[in-house]
Structure formats: structure tokens, C-alpha cells
């Protein structure tokens, strides 16, 4: 029998609208779930997704896609990359699985709702196959670590970590719900296939594709190129559904979405990707520092993406970017200080050499964040580590859940940016985090930061023991310094001597 090409039939074929008899259009398609924002069925009908495939080839490539992911995993099963590798590696393996493989769940439900309530038809068909992708993506990168619970139960957190109220759970729960499973199918468009996916995931499947080939993990190289092969095609469905709401006078509501989605998206790139790419990342294996990533993909390819939409920059634009200088090695600070919170061991990236670098790439880092690695490296050489590890809980922020910093030293900048809301004060890392809040206060005003709930008596006893058991975190599981402090050494009887600018 001839088989017909795919160009002569897909377009017929992937017009499958229809007119409900036994419901009204508002029932099948309501607005909750749809988002279809009054713009009517036949603007959505001119949906082009820029990305076509047929189910029959999109089951032939994925499965030529795992066959070489799993495929490169079990022919270096018994290479001793575990073994070799640098302690900071592991790290980024553990952080990156906890947060990212049960987000991959989220992701499906998220394209699931696109599936069932899209508008358009071509997007519910392009969701399937995207619905279908974050399934493989959850699967795999549970998969692959748990051949490592065995040497390590820190990869148990791959599963457990969006189980628990450990404080990065709550954090990227908090982000997802807010931005993939609490929105209509409209919404996800925009906030997680444009915003997240263009925008930001990049960033962490390529850039660390990248390290990890430097770092001679080709397993996780392979597993997580695969991954952003899929990303690369489903992030696709955003844009031609911007375009329907631009063009039908809804640019300002759709400018909203995209504003709050890079907002948060940011947030959890700079203290998942942050750590990772400067200071995780051994020295000789990194490829560009965060900040010069973040201006490639963000500044560089995003920025222009919006523009080309008919978007506008967000008006936080220009302080987001200045933050490219600091955020991350604020978290960075406080993850290693607070690291019995948290699944992995943070390697404090902290050799001469190290800082050398990192003055290089962000100069003045040693007279901010420099200082207070100072002090810890002194208390460390002092034989004081209980001066190194916290007692209590910093300040939380209510949107982005994670602890309001900013820049030490001599360039202090920290503050809050509290809110006094029906009653109830807030507290916000920055303008751009109270100013989502504003947006809809109703969506956001009841959830409960960590330390929130610490005051209100939840986590008892009320001392760092009663929140790591709050946060699920067993012995064996507590972090701590990656390389058990063997760099401290390197400042014995040899004085950190600073570079002259
Ligand atoms: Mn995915
Ligand atoms: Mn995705």
C-alpha cells in the first residue's frame, strides 16, 4: 500500500477541532483550565506550530534517542567514573537529580493539561508528544542515579527530595506549582515551554552537557544532551500561542506571564546552576563561568526571542542582569554554611586558584564574598569548625522560598523588601520578587516559608536537629564539605596572596 508523505496529510489531520453536541464549548474548554482569555476558537485554529512531526516518527527517534542513552550507560557500567571522579562532580549529580527529576513529572502534567484544554489543536498535538517527552526525561534521570544509591544514599534523593519539606524542595515545589501545575493550558505555554524551556533550561542540560564531558562523565553528557534534544522542540509550543494572544490584544497580560515566569525561573537557575558551573565544577573542567553563560543565553539569544515576539524586555530587566554579578555566589555562601540542609556536599570551590578565577570573572569578588570565605577558612585553620556551621535559620523569602541575600564585605548590599499584606508582613529578597507577589496576592498569601513555619512551632525541637529531621534528612544524608575540607590545607602557613587588580 502507498504511504502517503507526511506533508500531504499532517495538516489535515492535525485540525482536530469539532463542535461539542451534547456540551457547550465553555464546559468542554473551561476557562480555568483553558485560558483562552475570549480570544475565539478560530484565531486559536491559526496555531502554526513551527515544529512538525508524526507519531510515527516521533516513536522511531526517541527510541533511537534512549537505545544511546541507555545504551553509552551500560557500555560504561563498569568504568570507574564514580570512582575518579572529583567529589564536587558527584555533587552536581546528586543536586541536580533531586531537583530536577520529579520537576520532569510536573513538566508532564503541566503539557498533560495542554494536551486535554489547549486551544488550539496543532498545540494539543504537539503537547502530546511533549507530555510523552517529560515522561521519558522522568524515568531516565530516575533511572540512571539509582545505580548509585548503592555506593552513596545521597542519590535517594533523586526520588525523595520533592517528597520531603527539605528547604530546595520547597523552593523549586513552590516555583513549579506556581508556574507549571497551578496554571491553564494558555499559561503553561507561555510560562513553561517559552519562558522556562527557551529561556533557561539551557542552561543547565547544555551547560553542564558541557562540563560533564570535560569532567569525563559521558554517561550523564549523553543522558542529559538526549533530554534537551526533547526540550528544544516541545519549548517550541509557546511561541505560536504568544503570537495568538499578542495579535488578539492580550500582549499586556502576556507580557505579565512572561515577566513573572523569568522572575522565578532565575531564581532557582541561580542557586541550582549557579553553584554548580562556579564553584562545583572542578577548575580545569570548567568551560565559561555562570555569569558569562547566563549572558550568552539569557542577554544574548532569550533577549532577542522577546524582542523578535513583539514582547518587551521585563521592566526588571536591568537589575536581574546585575544580579548575574552576585545572586549566585550569595547562594553559594549560604548552601556551604547551611550544608547539613541540604542532599548533597557542596564543594566550596575555594583553592587560590579557585579565587583567582573567580576574581578574574566577577572582579571585586574578593573584597564581598572573598572576606567571608576569610573568616570560615580561618576558623577552619583555628581547628573552630562549630564556628562554621549555623545554629538557626536565616530569613526566608515568601516568593522565591529561598534565604534573602545579596553582597558582603565592602560593598554590603543586602536587604529586605518586606510587604505588609492583609494583616501579614512579607518578606522578599528583592523588588521583582515582592513585585510578583503583588500580582496576585490571593495565589501566593497563605503558603508558608521554612522559617514561617518554624515560628509557628511545626518543626520541633526547635533547633537545627528538629529541621533536619524536618526536612527528611537521615544520617548519611546530611551534607557536608565535598572534599572534607582538604583544601582548607592549602592556607596553612600560606596566606591567601590577593592578585593586584
Ligand atoms: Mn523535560
Ligand atoms: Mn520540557
Given at each position: 500500500?502507498?504511504?502517503?508523505?507526511?506533508?500531504?496529510?499532517?495538516?489535515l489531520?492535525?485540525t482536530t477541532?469539532?463542535?461539542p453536541?451534547?456540551v457547550?464549548?465553555?464546559?468542554l474548554?473551561?476557562?480555568e483550565?483553558?485560558?483562552?482569555?475570549?480570544?475565539?476558537?478560530?484565531?486559536w485554529?491559526s496555531y502554526?506550530?513551527?515544529?512538525?512531526?508524526?507519531?510515527?516518527?516521533?516513536?522511531?527517534v526517541?527510541?533511537e534517542?534512549?537505545?544511546?542513552?541507555?545504551?553509552?550507560?551500560?557500555?560504561?557500567e563498569?568504568?570507574?567514573m564514580?570512582e575518579?571522579?572529583d567529589?564536587?562532580?558527584?555533587s552536581i549529580?546528586?543536586?541536580?537529580?533531586?531537583?530536577?527529576?520529579?520537576?520532569?513529572?510536573?513538566?508532564?502534567s503541566?503539557?498533560?493539561?495542554?494536551?486535554?484544554?489547549?486551544?488550539?489543536?496543532?498545540?494539543?498535538?504537539?503537547?502530546?508528544f511533549?507530555?510523552?517527552d517529560?515522561n521519558?526525561?522522568?524515568?531516565?534521570?530516575?533511572y540512571?542515579?539509582h545505580?548509585?544509591?548503592?555506593k552513596?544514599?545521597?542519590f535517594d534523593?533523586?526520588?525523595?527530595?520533592?517528597?520531603?519539606?527539605?528547604?530546595?524542595?520547597?523552593?523549586?515545589?513552590?516555583?513549579?506549582?506556581?508556574?507549571?501545575?497551578?496554571r491553564?493550558?494558555?499559561e503553561?505555554?507561555?510560562?513553561?515551554?517559552?519562558a522556562?524551556?527557551t529561556g533557561?533550561t539551557?542552561?543547565?542540560?547544555?551547560?553542564l552537557?558541557?562540563?560533564?564531558?570535560?569532567?569525563?562523565?559521558?554517561?550523564?553528557?549523553?543522558l542529559i544532551?538526549?533530554i534537551?534534544?526533547?526540550?528544544?522542540?516541545h519549548?517550541?509550543?509557546?511561541a505560536p500561542?504568544?503570537?495568538i494572544?499578542?495579535e488578539n490584544?492580550?500582549k499586556?497580560?502576556a507580557?505579565k506571564?512572561v515577566?513573572i515566569a523569568?522572575?522565578?525561573?532565575?531564581?532557582?537557575f541561580?542557586?541550582?546552576?549557579?553553584p554548580?558551573?562556579?564553584?562545583?565544577t572542578?577548575?580545569?573542567?570548567r568551560k565559561?563561568?555562570f555569569?558569562?553563560?547566563?549572558?550568552?543565553?539569557?542577554?544574548?539569544?532569550?533577549?532577542?526571542?522577546?524582542l523578535?515576539m513583539g514582547?518587551s524586555l521585563?521592566w526588571y530587566?536591568?537589575?536581574?542582569?546585575?544580579?548575574f554579578?552576585y545572586?549566585h555566589?550569595?547562594?553559594h555562601?549560604?548552601?556551604w554554611?547551611?550544608?547539613?540542609?541540604?542532599?548533597?556536599?557542596?564543594a566550596?570551590g575555594?583553592?587560590?586558584?579557585c579565587?583567582?578565577?573567580l576574581e578574574e570573572?566577577?572582579?571585586?569578588?574578593?573584597?564581598?564574598?572573598?572576606?567571608c570565605w576569610?573568616?570560615?577558612i580561618?576558623?577552619?585553620?583555628?581547628?573552630?569548625p562549630e564556628?562554621?556551621v549555623?545554629?538557626?535559620?536565616?530569613?526566608?523569602?515568601?516568593?522565591s522560598?529561598?534565604?534573602?541575600?545579596?553582597?558582603?564585605?565592602?560593598?554590603?548590599?543586602?536587604?529586605?523588601?518586606?510587604?505588609?499584606h492583609?494583616g501579614?508582613t512579607y518578606?522578599?529578597?528583592?523588588?521583582?520578587?515582592?513585585?510578583?507577589?503583588?500580582?496576585?496576592?490571593?495565589r501566593?498569601?497563605d503558603?508558608?516559608?521554612?522559617?514561617?513555619?518554624?515560628?509557628a512551632?511545626h518543626?520541633?525541637?526547635?533547633?537545627l536537629?528538629?529541621?533536619?529531621?524536618?526536612?527528611?534528612?537521615?544520617?548519611?544524608?546530611?551534607?557536608?564539605?565535598?572534599?572534607?575540607y582538604?583544601?582548607?590545607?592549602?592556607y596553612r602557613?600560606?596566606?591567601?596572596?590577593?592578585?593586584a587588580?
Amino acid at each position: 500500500m502507498a504511504i502517503l508523505q507526511r506533508s500531504e496529510w499532517y495538516d489535515l489531520a492535525r485540525t482536530t477541532n469539532w463542535t461539542p453536541k451534547y456540551v457547550t464549548d465553555s464546559e468542554l474548554f473551561p476557562e480555568e483550565m483553558s485560558g483562552a482569555r475570549d480570544v475565539p476558537a478560530e484565531k486559536w485554529e491559526s496555531y502554526d506550530e513551527p515544529y512538525k512531526v508524526s507519531y510515527a516518527e516521533y516513536v522511531k527517534v526517541q527510541r533511537e534517542k534512549d537505545a544511546g542513552a541507555y545504551s553509552v550507560k551500560a557500555a560504561l557500567e563498569r568504568s570507574q567514573m564514580f570512582e575518579d571522579a572529583d567529589p564536587g562532580w558527584l555533587s552536581i549529580l546528586k543536586a541536580h537529580y533531586g531537583a530536577i527529576a520529579l520537576g520532569e513529572y510536573a513538566a508532564m502534567s503541566a503539557e498533560a493539561r495542554m494536551v486535554r484544554f489547549g486551544r488550539a489543536p496543532g498545540m494539543r498535538n504537539m503537547a502530546t508528544f511533549g507530555m510523552m517527552d517529560e515522561n521519558r526525561h522522568g524515568q531516565i534521570q530516575l533511572y540512571f542515579p539509582h545505580e548509585y544509591c548503592k555506593k552513596d544514599r545521597q542519590f535517594d534523593w533523586a526520588h525523595k527530595a520533592y517528597h520531603t519539606n527539605e528547604w530546595g524542595a520547597i523552593a523549586a515545589r513552590h516555583t513549579f506549582d506556581d508556574l507549571f501545575m497551578a496554571r491553564s493550558a494558555t499559561e503553561i505555554a507561555v510560562m513553561l515551554t517559552f519562558a522556562f524551556e527557551t529561556g533557561f533550561t539551557n542552561m543547565q542540560f547544555l551547560g553542564l552537557a558541557a562540563d560533564a564531558a570535560e569532567a569525563g562523565d559521558y554517561t550523564f553528557s549523553s543522558l542529559i544532551s538526549s533530554i534537551q534534544t526533547d526540550e528544544s522542540r516541545h519549548a517550541q509550543i509557546g511561541a505560536p500561542a504568544l503570537q495568538i494572544l499578542i495579535e488578539n490584544g492580550k500582549k499586556e497580560d502576556a507580557q505579565k506571564l512572561v515577566d513573572i515566569a523569568i522572575a522565578r525561573a532565575w531564581r532557582i537557575f541561580a542557586v541550582l546552576t549557579g553553584p554548580s558551573m562556579d564553584y562545583y565544577t572542578p577548575l580545569e573542567h570548567r568551560k565559561q563561568s555562570f555569569k558569562e553563560f547566563m549572558q550568552e543565553w539569557i542577554v544574548g539569544q532569550f533577549e532577542r526571542s522577546l524582542l523578535d515576539m513583539g514582547l518587551s524586555l521585563p521592566w526588571y530587566w536591568n537589575q536581574m542582569v546585575d544580579e548575574f554579578d552576585y545572586q549566585h555566589h550569595a547562594y553559594h555562601l549560604g548552601i556551604w554554611f547551611w550544608r547539613p540542609t541540604v542532599w548533597w556536599n557542596p564543594a566550596a570551590g575555594m583553592t587560590p586558584e579557585c579565587r583567582d578565577w573567580l576574581e578574574e570573572k566577577y572582579p571585586g569578588w574578593n573584597d564581598t564574598f572573598g572576606k567571608c570565605w576569610d573568616v570560615i577558612i580561618d576558623n577552619l585553620l583555628a581547628g573552630r569548625p562549630e564556628l562554621t556551621v549555623p545554629e538557626t535559620l536565616p530569613i526566608v523569602c515568601n516568593m522565591s522560598q529561598i534565604p534573602i541575600c545579596a553582597i558582603p564585605g565592602d560593598r554590603w548590599k543586602v536587604q529586605d523588601h518586606p510587604l505588609d499584606h492583609e494583616g501579614r508582613t512579607y518578606h522578599f529578597n528583592s523588588a521583582i520578587d515582592r513585585w510578583v507577589f503583588q500580582q496576585n496576592p490571593a495565589r501566593y498569601r497563605d503558603h508558608m516559608t521554612l522559617v514561617d513555619r518554624f515560628l509557628a512551632g511545626h518543626i520541633q525541637p526547635m533547633n537545627l536537629m528538629g529541621a533536619l529531621q524536618y526536612m527528611n534528612l537521615a544520617p548519611g544524608e546530611i551534607g557536608d564539605d565535598a572534599h572534607q575540607y582538604a583544601w582548607v590545607e592549602r592556607y596553612r602557613n600560606h596566606p591567601y596572596q590577593r592578585k593586584a587588580a
